[in-house]
């Protein structure tokens, strides 16, 4: 049975969520998602955009029949594997060691 302290202290996870910590972590997390995805979402809408009212420039050919619209839809995939490269490479330096801690914080806790 637990306490009226632990009851308004609330559940180890309540805790976390409301620690400084877990508050960086998400931080960190937003500042990397939100600007890349938002970067994206622009570069994938331009292309969308061009192929809809600038089909003539999509149409150049590049390289024998590579046209502008064909390098540019491969370039999304290639900003895509990028994306994700980054993103790893990221979370491996900024997210994963402060959430470890968190989950080392709430193991030891339990």
Not at 40 to 67: D, H, I, Q
Not at 73 to 84: N, P, W, Y
Request: aromatic share 12%; net charge positive; hydrophobic share 50%.
């Amino acid at each position: 049975m637990s306490t009226t302290g632990e009851r308004s202290a609330g559940t180890i996870y309540e805790q976390v969520q409301r620690s400084p910590e877990f508050a960086e972590l998400r931080r960190r997390l937003r500042r990397f998602v939100f600007p890349m995805s938002a970067a994206f979402l622009l570069w994938y809408l331009a292309y969308v955009l061009l192929a809809s009212y600038a089909p003539a420039f999509m149409a150049t050919k590049v390289m024998g029949n590579v046209t502008v619209g064909l390098v540019i839809g491969l370039l999304q995939f290639v900003t895509t594997f990028a994306i994700t490269t980054i993103y790893v490479r990221y979370a491996d330096r900024h997210l994963d060691p402060a959430a470890e801690r968190l989950r080392h914080q709430i193991e030891t806790a339990a």
